[in-house]
Antibody, heavy 121, light 108 residues
Framework: EVQLVESGGGLVQPGGSLRLSCAAS????????MNWVRQAPGKGLEWVSY????????YYADSVKGRFTISRDNAKNSLYLQMNSLRAEDTAVYYC??????????????WGQGTLVTVSS | EIVMTQSPATLSVSPGERATLSCRAS??????LAWYQQKPGQAPRLLIY???TRATGIPARFSGSGSGTEFTLTISSLQSEDFAVYYC??????????FGGGTKVEIK
């Protein structure tokens, strides 16, 4: 069974840092591009970041550029999101999700269950 | 950035009736459009990709259509488990990948 399991969320003060992890299983992790998508409480979905299968290509949403860093460890079947200089508006459930196609044009499937990040003093 | 606009924001439908959800892109996205379903407290689930291809395990009552800038998700006969929020997403021109604001399908 293909599975993505996020961890690392929690309560952090504004300006603080947090590192999210996503453990992948049931597929050849090193062959797939991965993404982080977030959802603020009661709001819609917002794409955060993308990383290619090798880790050589990375993109960020403007809202997190310069503060967040996506990375992966293919030997550990894991995806990460290092979040620095956190703001109240970063409060959200963060989902790890896989590109389901090997082409540039790809949708997201599957999704992890999400991990909640709360930025508050 | 391509802006995705979904309408209506809320759709009230009786069980067994048809539901029609719309998604509009600010620029053409060809057929590079996906639909997701999200129930309260759950992660989104892929329903449709390529504008009209059902994902594995998705019932035939879900269908997608459209290309360019206008897209539709149709649920032919609503079941109790279909009441949820639905999002469209374009993956033609990115970064950034963009989602619509969602349509909540509620029981009438």
């Amino acid at each position: 069974e293909v599975q993505l399991v996020e961890s690392g969320g929690g309560l952090v003060q504004p300006g603080g840092s947090l590192r999210l992890s996503c453990a992948a299983s049931g597929f050849t992790f090193s062959s797939y591009e991965m993404n982080w998508v977030r959802q603020a409480p009661g709001k819609g979905l917002e794409w955060v970041s993308y990383i290619s299968s090798s880790g050589s290509t990375i993109y960020y949403a403007d809202s997190v550029k310069g503060r967040f860093t996506i990375s992966r460890d293919n030997a550990k079947n894991s995806l990460y999101l290092q979040m620095n200089s956190l703001r109240a508006e970063d409060t959200a459930v963060y989902y790890c999700t896989r590109d389901d196609s090997s082409s540039w044009y790809s949708w997201f499937d599957p999704w992890g269950q999400g991990t909640l990040v709360t930025v508050s003093s | 950035e391509i802006v995705m606009t979904q309408s209506p924001a809320t759709l009230s439908v009786s069980p067994g009736e048809r539901a029609t959800l719309s998604c509009r892109a600010s620029l053409s996205v060809s057929s590079y459009l996906a639909w997701y379903q999200q129930k309260p407290g759950q992660a989104p689930r892929l329903l449709i990709y390529g504008a009209s291809t059902r994902a594995t395990g998705i019932p035939a009552r879900f269908s997608g259509s459209g290309s360019g800038t206008e897209f539709t998700l149709t649920i032919s006969s609503l079941q109790s488990e279909d009441f949820a929020v639905y999002y469209c997403q374009q993956y033609n021109s990115w970064p950034p990948l963009t989602f619509g604001g969602g349509t909540k399908v509620e029981i009438k």
